[in-house]
Each structure stands twice: as structure tokens, then as C-alpha cells.
């Protein structure tokens, strides 16, 4: 072979394995990419249903809150305004 023909072959070589390497970064890359969807994916379920637990909660200590004192008032009219007094 000749000299020049020896000079093609490794720079024939050459580009072979950056491509090669190459190749193999881009499937890594894909693999990575991939995780961080299915990460991502997960996180947002999650935070999803954090944030139905923290609504459905909210909601249930405002509807079971504290219990109220049940009074019953008495209205009396006065000249100028009505009034409202607590029964004893």
C-alpha cells in the first residue's frame, strides 16, 4: 500500500471511532433524557396529588371547623333601630 493510501486509511480510522464515540454519547444522552422525562412525569403526579390532598384537607377544616355556639337572639324594635339581644 502506499503512503498516501496508508494516510487515508487512518484518518479513515480516525473518524470512524469519533464517530463511533459519538454515537455512543448520543445514546447516553437519550438514555438520560429519557430518565429526567419519566422523573419529571413522576414529580408532576406527585405534586399533583400533594396538592389534591392539601385542597381536599383545607376543605375539610373549613367545613369541619371548630363547632359553633348556637344562640338564639331576640329582636327588639327600638325608636330609632333594631335590637338584637341574646336569650338567657
Partial sequence: ??????EI?????TIRD????FLDDFSKL?????NA????????KRA????????GASRGMIDEGPPVEHRT???????????FEPER
Fill in 48 to 55: 399533583r396529588r400533594i396538592a389534591g390532598d392539601l385542597e
Fill in 18 to 21: 469519533a464517530h463511533d464515540k
Fill in 37 to 44: 422525562g419519566a422523573n419529571y412525569d413522576s414529580a408532576d
Fill in 73 to 83: 337572639l331576640t329582636i327588639r324594635q327600638t325608636d330609632s333601630a333594631m335590637a
Fill in 30 to 34: 437519550g438514555t438520560n433524557l429519557k
Fill in 9 to 13: 486509511l487512518k484518518r479513515i480510522v
Fill in 1 to 6: 500500500m502506499s503512503r498516501q493510501g496508508e
